[in-house]
C-alpha cells in the first residue's frame, strides 16, 4: 500500500518536518501592551461630564482596578496555555500566527531552504502498480501529485503545495546487461546507491554532477551534466524509459518506440508522466587520476583548447578578486604508467592554516566575546576539526555581504588551492564529486562554445565579462565561480540541447552562501544574490546565448520580467511542441506546479 510521509521517516535526503506554533517575545510583547494600565491618566475618558465626588471616585478605581486585575489575568491564562511547542522557538513569532497545524500537514524544503510548502499530500508508492494506482485515482479526482526527487533542486522545481509523489521506495535495482553495459533500474534509485550496486558488474555511470544524493529520474529529468567537452549531458545516457501518465497509462518510450517523445520526455522536467523506470547505458568502471593545479586567465587562453581536447574531465573554478584559477582534470589511470608518483609539497593542515588564522582573526573583529579560552570552549567547534568548506561557512557568517571580508575569504581560499595542488587517484564516482559547500543561491547558466575542433573562447570572455562586472558593480561574491562542460544534448529540452554532434557547452555557476540560519540575515544574502543574478541576466545571458539550468531557474515576480522570460524560452526551446505532449499525456495538469504553469502556461492559461 502506498505510504504517506511520516513525520520521523527518512526519505532519501528529503527535508521534510511538522510546522509547528511559536511563543516568543513579540507575543508577550502583544499581550502586554493591550494589559497594561494607561500610562498617562489625562488621556482617559469620564463616563459623565459631572466631577465625581471622592467617594464615587474610590469606587470607579477599585471598579477599574478589579478589570485590569481580570484582563491580565486572561492575558496571563490565555498565554500560559496556547499549545506553542518548543520545538518551534525558533519562528518568529507574530499574535496566534503559529496555531498548530493538522497532523496530516507538513512542511517539506528543498535542501538548502530556499523553497518550502506545506501539503497534505504526499505519496510513496513501493511498486509499479502502486504508483499506476496513484496516478489513476489523482487523476480521476483532478488532484495534482506534482513528481518531486531528493529535493536538492536549488528552484525548488518539483514542490507544490498541491500534492507530491516521491519514489524514494522504488529504488530497485531492476536488471544488468555485463555485455550490452546497460542496467534497468526504479527511478526513485539514488546515484550512489546505483554506482554501488552495479560496480560488482564492473560497470559505472558514465558521468557524474557534484553530488551523489539524486534520485535518477530527478538527475535526467531536469538535464543535468558532470564536465567534459567529450561527454554529454546526463539525459544522454538514457536508452529508454517507462512512463505512468494520467491520460495513457504506463508507457515505454525509447529511440525505437515512439523517439519523438522519448527524446522530449528524457529531459521532461517531470510534466509528460512520472518517470517509473529507466535504462541507462554504462561505461566500464575504471580507476581516475585527478590533477589539481593553480593558473591564471593569460595562461588558461593559450592552453585552453588543449585541455579541453586532451582531458576527459576539466573544470575551471575561478576565485573573484584574485587571478586565481583551479584547473582540475581527471584521466584514466595509464595501464602502462599507472598512477603518477607524487609527494605533496604541503600537508593538509597547512593548505588550511590560512584559512583557520584568518577565522580566528575575524573572531577578534566581529566576535569579541568568544575570543577568550573559555567562552570559545563553550560556543565554538574545534575549527581543526573542520573541513575547508565548512570554514570557509563559519568565514562567511561573519558578514556575508561586506565585499572586503568576502575579498579576504577569497584570497584565503586562493592560497587553499595554492597549497593542495597534486594528484589523487580513486574510482570515478569518488573522483568526480564536488564539495559544494553548505546551503546556497546558484544560478547557472549554459551557453554554445563552439566545437571541440575549434572552440569559440566565448567560455573564456564570459568569465572576463562576468568577473568585470563584479568588480564594478562591488558584488560580494564568495568562490567559486565554476565552469564546466559538456557535448551536446539530442534531448530538444536540454539547455545543451543542439543538431550539430560536435557542438561543446559551457556551464558556468554563480553562487551566494547561507551560512547562517538568522532569517533578517538570509533574508539580505537573498536580496544580494538576486542582484548579483539580475545583472548577469542583463549584461551577459542575451550576449552569449545563455540559458539557466532547469533546476536552477527562477520564477519572476514582476509580469513583464515573466512576460520576457516566456518569451526568451520560446526562442530557444520547442514549448509547443513540450506543451502539446503536456496536454495529450496530462491533460487535467495533475503533474504540473506553479512553476512549470508559468514558465510554459498552455493556451487556454495565458
Same mark, same amino acid.
Given at each position: 500500500?502506498?505510504?504517506?510521509?511520516?513525520?520521523?521517516?527518512s526519505?532519501?535526503a528529503?527535508?521534510?518536518?511538522?510546522?509547528h506554533a511559536?511563543p516568543h %517575545?513579540?507575543?508577550l510583547?502583544? *499581550?502586554?501592551?493591550?494589559?497594561?494600565?494607561?500610562?498617562?491618566? #489625562?488621556?482617559?475618558?469620564?463616563?459623565?461630564?459631572?466631577?465625581p465626588?471622592?467617594s464615587?471616585?474610590?469606587?470607579?478605581f477599585r471598579?477599574?482596578?478589579?478589570?485590569?486585575?481580570l484582563?491580565?489575568?486572561?492575558?496571563?491564562?490565555?498565554?500560559?496555555?496556547?499549545?506553542?511547542s518548543?520545538s518551534?522557538?525558533h519562528?518568529?513569532?507574530?499574535?496566534?500566527?503559529y496555531?498548530?497545524?493538522?497532523?496530516? *500537514?507538513?512542511t517539506? @524544503? #528543498?535542501w538548502?531552504?530556499?523553497?518550502?510548502?506545506?501539503?497534505?499530500v504526499?505519496?510513496q508508492?513501493? %511498486?509499479l502498480?502502486?504508483?499506476e /494506482?496513484?496516478?489513476?485515482?489523482a487523476?480521476?479526482k483532478k488532484?495534482?501529485?506534482r513528481? !518531486?526527487?531528493?529535493g536538492?533542486s536549488p528552484?525548488?522545481?518539483?514542490l507544490?503545495?498541491?500534492?507530491m509523489v516521491?519514489?524514494?521506495?522504488?529504488?530497485?535495482?531492476?536488471?544488468?546487461?555485463?555485455?550490452?553495459?546497460?542496467?534497468r533500474?526504479?527511478?526513485g534509485?539514488r546515484?550512489?546507491?546505483?554506482?554501488?550496486a552495479?560496480?560488482?558488474?564492473?560497470?559505472?555511470?558514465?558521468?557524474?554532477?557534484s553530488?551523489?544524493? /539524486?534520485?535518477?529520474g530527478?538527475?535526467?529529468?531536469?538535464?543535468?551534466?558532470?564536465?567534459g567537452?567529450?561527454?554529454p549531458p546526463?539525459?544522454?545516457? !538514457?536508452?529508454?524509459?517507462?512512463l505512468?501518465t494520467?491520460?495513457?497509462?504506463?508507457?515505454?518510450?525509447s529511440?525505437?518506440k515512439?523517439?519523438?517523445?522519448?527524446y *522530449?520526455?528524457r529531459?521532461?522536467?517531470?510534466?509528460?508522466g512520472?518517470?517509473a523506470?529507466?535504462?541507462l547505458?554504462?561505461?566500464?568502471r575504471?580507476?581516475?587520476?585527478?590533477?589539481? !593545479?593553480i593558473? $591564471?586567465?593569460?595562461e588558461?587562453?593559450?592552453?585552453?583548447?588543449?585541455?579541453?581536447?586532451? #582531458?576527459?574531465?576539466?573544470?575551471?573554478?575561478?576565485i573573484?578578486y584574485?587571478? @586565481?584559477?583551479?584547473?582540475?582534470t581527471? #584521466?584514466?589511470v595509464?595501464?602502462?604508467?599507472?598512477?603518477?608518483k607524487?609527494?605533496?609539497?604541503?600537508?593538509?593542515?597547512?593548505a588550511?592554516?590560512?584559512?583557520r588564522d584568518?577565522y580566528?582573526? @575575524?573572531l577578534?573583529?566581529?566576535?569579541p566575546?568568544?575570543?577568550t579560552?573559555?567562552?570559545s570552549?563553550d560556543?565554538?567547534?574545534?575549527?581543526?576539526?573542520l573541513?575547508f568548506?565548512e570554514?570557509?561557512?563559519?568565514?562567511?557568517?561573519?558578514?556575508?555581504?561586506?565585499?572586503?571580508?568576502?575579498?579576504?575569504?577569497?584570497?584565503?581560499?586562493?592560497?587553499?588551492?595554492?597549497?593542495s595542488e597534486?594528484?589523487?587517484?580513486? =574510482?570515478s564516482?569518488?573522483?568526480?564529486?564536488? $564539495?559544494?559547500?553548505?546551503?546556497q =543561491?546558484?544560478?547557472?547558466?549554459?551557453?554554445?562554445?563552439?566545437t571541440?575542433?575549434k572552440?569559440?573562447?566565448?567560455?573564456?570572455?564570459?568569465?572576463e565579462?562576468?568577473?568585470?562586472?563584479?568588480?564594478?558593480?562591488?558584488i560580494?561574491?564568495?568562490?567559486?565561480?565554476e565552469?564546466? =562542460?559538456?557535448?551536446?544534448s539530442?534531448s530538444?529540452?536540454?539547455p545543451?540541447?543542439?543538431?550539430?554532434?560536435d557542438?561543446?557547452? %559551457?556551464?558556468?555557476?554563480?553562487i551566494?552562501?547561507?551560512?547562517?540560519?538568522d532569517?533578517?540575515?538570509?533574508?539580505?544574502?537573498?536580496?544580494?544574490?538576486?542582484?548579483?543574478?539580475?545583472?548577469?541576466?542583463t549584461q551577459?545571458w542575451?550576449?552569449y546565448?545563455a540559458?539557466?539550468?532547469w533546476?536552477?531557474?527562477?520564477?519572476?515576480?514582476?509580469? $513583464?520580467?515573466?512576460?520576457a522570460?516566456?518569451a526568451?524560452?520560446?526562442?530557444r526551446?520547442? !514549448?509547443?511542441?513540450?506543451?502539446?505532449?503536456?496536454k495529450?499525456?496530462d491533460?487535467?495538469?495533475?503533474?504540473?506546479n506553479?512553476?512549470?504553469?508559468?514558465?510554459?502556461?498552455?493556451?487556454d492559461?495565458?
Amino acid at each position: 500500500m502506498s505510504r504517506a510521509l511520516s513525520l520521523r521517516r527518512s526519505v532519501r535526503a528529503f527535508h521534510h518536518y511538522h510546522h509547528h506554533a511559536n511563543p516568543h %517575545s513579540n507575543l508577550l510583547k502583544a *499581550l502586554s501592551s493591550t494589559t497594561s494600565p494607561n500610562p498617562n491618566p #489625562n488621556l482617559a475618558r469620564p463616563f459623565s461630564s459631572l466631577s465625581p465626588s471622592p467617594s464615587s471616585s474610590g469606587a470607579e478605581f477599585r471598579k477599574y482596578l478589579g478589570y485590569l486585575a481580570l484582563l491580565l489575568g486572561c492575558g496571563v491564562a490565555t498565554y500560559c496555555s496556547f499549545p506553542f511547542s518548543d520545538s518551534a522557538k525558533h519562528k518568529k513569532a507574530q499574535l496566534f500566527r503559529y496555531a498548530p497545524l493538522p497532523e496530516d *500537514l507538513h512542511t517539506v @524544503s #528543498n535542501w538548502s531552504g530556499t523553497h518550502e510548502v506545506q501539503t497534505r499530500v504526499f505519496h510513496q508508492p513501493e %511498486s509499479l502498480e502502486e504508483l499506476e /494506482q496513484v496516478v489513476k485515482d489523482a487523476n480521476e479526482k483532478k488532484q495534482k501529485i506534482r513528481p !518531486v526527487g531528493s529535493g536538492l533542486s536549488p528552484n525548488g522545481i518539483g514542490l507544490t503545495r498541491a500534492g507530491m509523489v516521491n519514489l524514494a521506495l522504488m529504488d530497485k535495482v531492476l536488471e544488468v546487461d555485463e555485455e550490452k553495459k546497460r542496467v534497468r533500474v526504479q527511478a526513485g534509485i539514488r546515484v550512489q546507491q546505483l554506482v554501488d550496486a552495479i560496480k560488482d558488474h564492473g560497470i559505472t555511470l558514465q558521468n557524474f554532477a557534484s553530488i551523489r544524493e /539524486q534520485q535518477i529520474g530527478g538527475i535526467v529529468q531536469v538535464g543535468a551534466h558532470g564536465t567534459g567537452a567529450r561527454l554529454p549531458p546526463i539525459d544522454e545516457q !538514457v536508452i529508454s524509459m517507462k512512463l505512468v501518465t494520467p491520460a495513457k497509462r504506463t508507457i515505454e518510450v525509447s529511440k525505437e518506440k515512439d523517439p519523438e517523445l522519448f527524446y *522530449l520526455a528524457r529531459c521532461g522536467l517531470g510534466g509528460l508522466g512520472v518517470v517509473a523506470e529507466v535504462t541507462l547505458q554504462c561505461v566500464e568502471r575504471q580507476q581516475l587520476v585527478e590533477h589539481t !593545479v593553480i593558473s $591564471d586567465m593569460k595562461e588558461i587562453k593559450k592552453k585552453h583548447k588543449k585541455l579541453l581536447s586532451e #582531458n576527459k574531465h576539466v573544470k575551471y573554478l575561478y576565485i573573484p578578486y584574485t587571478d @586565481s584559477v583551479v584547473v582540475v582534470t581527471c #584521466n584514466p589511470v595509464s595501464k602502462w604508467k599507472g598512477p603518477p608518483k607524487f609527494k605533496p609539497k604541503y600537508s593538509h593542515d597547512e593548505a588550511i592554516q590560512h584559512a583557520r588564522d584568518l577565522y580566528q582573526e @575575524s573572531l577578534k573583529k566581529y566576535r569579541p566575546e568568544v575570543t577568550t579560552a573559555e567562552s570559545s570552549e563553550d560556543s565554538e567547534p574545534d575549527i581543526n576539526e573542520l573541513s575547508f568548506t565548512e570554514l570557509r561557512d563559519k568565514l562567511l557568517a561573519l558578514d556575508p555581504l561586506n565585499r572586503d571580508h568576502v575579498i579576504q575569504v577569497n584570497q584565503a581560499e586562493a592560497e587553499f588551492w595554492r597549497k593542495s595542488e597534486g594528484y589523487r587517484v580513486g =574510482w570515478s564516482d569518488e573522483i568526480l564529486g564536488f $564539495d559544494c559547500g553548505g546551503q546556497q =543561491w546558484v544560478s547557472e547558466t549554459c551557453f554554445p562554445a563552439g566545437t571541440l575542433a575549434k572552440p569559440s573562447m566565448k567560455d573564456l570572455e564570459y568569465i572576463e565579462d562576468l568577473k568585470k562586472l563584479i568588480e564594478k558593480e562591488e558584488i560580494p561574491a564568495p568562490a567559486p565561480i565554476e565552469q564546466r =562542460w559538456t557535448a551536446c544534448s539530442k534531448s530538444p529540452m536540454s539547455p545543451a540541447s543542439s543538431s550539430a554532434e560536435d557542438d561543446i557547452f %559551457s556551464w558556468v555557476g554563480i553562487i551566494m552562501y547561507l551560512p547562517t540560519m538568522d532569517s533578517q540575515q538570509r533574508k539580505e544574502i537573498t536580496e544580494e544574490f538576486f542582484r548579483y543574478r539580475r545583472l548577469s541576466q542583463t549584461q551577459l545571458w542575451d550576449k552569449y546565448s545563455a540559458y539557466e539550468h532547469w533546476a536552477k531557474i527562477e520564477v519572476p515576480k514582476d509580469k $513583464d520580467e515573466l512576460v520576457a522570460l516566456q518569451a526568451r524560452l520560446r526562442r530557444r526551446f520547442p !514549448v509547443d511542441e513540450y506543451n502539446k505532449a503536456r496536454k495529450e499525456l496530462d491533460p487535467n495538469g495533475i503533474l504540473s506546479n506553479n512553476m512549470l504553469g508559468k514558465l510554459f502556461p498552455l493556451p487556454d492559461t495565458i
